[in-house]
């Protein structure tokens, strides 16, 4: 008589089976990715370990192939990044202006989508016309601004002087006091767009039967948008978040167009920039760059972290 095999012993097969052919799986997704993984080690991996070695060196852009050790004198030193005015004034802005930009851009995005997520004939022209101002360059855009805010001859004077809104010419990208939130708004017209069609993209994700439901039950729309709307939508909210936070926190070609050198709304990428080319001093520079690259990797895992944890709340 033939022994018959138990079902834990077929299960228990099954399960092998199983587990080898994921495994399989993930050996050849390693081997597919491998290429792209080595063009990225060449292509990001090579320079940013060149960068954080020449931030330990005093090298200089006049004498490249002379260098010299210095350990963390770039960092902490007498006249180190750690202790200049310039480089935590330059983070300050920079702080300010991602905290500010990204905020207005997700409230003001959120309304835009919930207009354009109404049924409505013009709706696919509206969202055509929503994205020019995403569309160009960002150079343009703040060269564009800049001439329109010029306080001599730009139109946004013109017409708040002949409506009466100020009795004299507004210096927006001069004055300290105005130059770094007139970038923020120049910024939250160039980005909002981009924050609107993504959380437009994950209201169309949410089942139109949990809103015929409320309506049947008479719940009011306030109550609808925050214990059904909100809730669905706040996994692709976050991700806007932190794909314009990263953005926002290596801003550069806005505030060098519109400000270049002003001390009031210089950002960290303008600092680098500043330290690199224009004084030359590579070693200084790269310790600048270095710190705001691991600034950025620790938001970026804070920010994952946070999706995550709100992303298991909304499910649960």
Known sequence: ?????????????????????????????????????????LVAGWPLGRTIWFSFTDTELSRLSEQTFVGLENYIGEYGLLRSGDWWQSVGNTLVFAGLSVTLETLLGLGVALLLNQPSRIRTLLRAAMLVPW???????????????????????HYLLMLGIISAPLAWTADPQLSLFTIVLVDVWKATPYMALLILAALQMVPVDCYEAAKVDGVPRWTVFRRVTLPLILPGVMVAMIFRTLDALRVFDIIYVMTSNSRETKSMSVFVRE???????????????????????LVTILAMGMM?????????
Request: with cysteine; net charge positive; aromatic share 10%.
């Open 1 to 41: 008589m033939n022994p018959v095999a138990s079902p834990l012993a077929k299960t228990g097969k099954r399960a092998v089976g199983a587990g080898g052919l994921a495994r399989q799986r993930i050996r050849r997704a390693w081997w597919m990715a491998a290429p792209m993984l080595v063009v990225l080690l």
């Open 275 to 297: 330290q690199l080319i224009d004084f030359g001093l590579v070693g200084y520079g790269s310790a600048a760059a270095t710190c705001l690259f691991f600034m950025i990797a």
């Open 135 to 157: 569309a160009i360059p960002t150079v343009v855009s703040a060269k564009m601004w800049s001439w329109m805010l010029h306080d001599q001859f730009g139109i946004v004077n």
């Open 308 to 316: 995550r944890k709100s992303v298991e709340k909304a499910s649960a």
